[in-house]
């Protein structure tokens, strides 16, 4: 949620005696269970995430997100994930936040600047080969290619802390996608987005003729609850891009992770543990049929049914 005011609310009386009011409103209609937090941008305009506990579905927490608030929370930058990350605090194992798989496959940027709206490719490329390509290199002449995150590679980084780019720096260590991301990430800003043909260009002239380089493309189909543009990810490394499979995303460890609902209705008793084991029986022989081996398959039980002990989800609105 935004508030815009003409007064300072920078001003911690004031932004302090807004939050307690913003507090008592929340209680009136019986939210009680939340932690409300500021974050202050450089035009003076302060927001709050704040954090509802309860052990919701992603649509549940999504319904009460748009209906108490705006929408689950977006994040844009490293700095929102830092704000988001200092709101969960140490004692929250999940949370959801408004990411979840879309239709349509997008080629982004890593940074968070959105779809690739200039492009470079190959001939005859992007070929996706069914997805198992989502991540970009330059290859030699300036053009792009799409192949494997795992592949080895130097690759691109940019600084800037403004917003702005600033310098461009050429890693002539090979890396694949995920870990050059990091990399970059950790010593300067991110891996490079290319926005122009001149700014492509540059980038050509500093790879060495002949070789390859990573530059921040990838491809998925996930976007924003609230329909934000934003393309920044933080994913866990077992997860370097946002592929098929599940189809919301929640931070576990600091890190983004995905994780889907399945609804099952039925006339027989559901608690049933014999019956529990035959539906999730079929279900992990159907997922490893369609090549999905890394996953975990939990009961949630609703209505006044009991429901085995799991960490609860929180969210972030």
């Known amino acids: 949620m935004t508030v815009r005011s003409d007064v300072d609310l ?19 209609q019986g939210i009680t269970d939340l932690n409300l937090s500021w974050r202050t941008d450089s035009s003076g305009l302060a927001f709050q995430l704040p954090l509802i506990n309860g052990s919701l579905t992603w649509y549940e927490a999504q319904s009460f997100c748009t209906l108490k608030y705006t929408d689950l929370a977006t994040v844009n930058n490293m700095s ?23 239709n349509t496959h997008r080629w982004m940027w890593s940074d968070g600047r959105g779809p ?25 002449g300036g053009t ?11 690759f691109a980084c940019y600084e800037s802390r403004t917003g702005a780019l600033k310098s461009k720096i050429l890693v002539e260590t090979a890396m694949n996608w995920s870990d050059a991301h990091s990399y970059c990430r950790k010593h300067h800003t991110d891996l490079l987005s290319v926005r122009n043909q001149a700014e492509n260009q540059e980038v050509q002239s500093m790879v060495p003729e002949g070789k390859l380089a990573w530059i921040g493309l990838f491809q998925d189909s996930w976007k924003w609850s609230d329909g934000s543009y934003s393309s920044f990810r933080y994913l866990s490394q077992e997860q370097p891009v946002l592929g098929e499979g599940p189809n919301c995303a929640h931070v576990y460890d600091r890190k983004w992770n995905k994780k889907t609902f399945v609804r099952i209705s039925a006339d027989f008793d559901m608690s049933d543990p014999a019956v529990q084991q035959q539906i999730v029986s079929q ?12 996953f975990k398959i939990n009961w949630k039980m609703s209505g006044q049914q009991k429901q085995p002990k799991q960490p609860p989800i929180e969210f972030t609105c």
């Open 144 to 154: 792009w290619n799409d192949i494997p995150c795992r592949y080895g590679r130097d």
């Open 80 to 102: 929102d994930k830092n704000d988001l990350v200092n709101t969960l605090g140490s004692h929250v194992t999940y949370s959801w936040i408004g990411l979840r798989r879309g």
């Open 116 to 140: 690739a709206h200039y492009t470079r490719w190959n001939v005859g490329e992007p070929n996706t080969n069914k997805g198992s390509e989502p991540c970009g290199e330059m290859t030699v």
């Open 283 to 294: 279900l992990e022989a159907k997922m490893r049929n369609m090549g999905i081996t890394d």
């Open 10 to 28: 920078t001003d911690s009386t004031i932004s302090d005696a807004l939050l307690e009011k913003l507090k008592m409103s929340l209680g009136q």
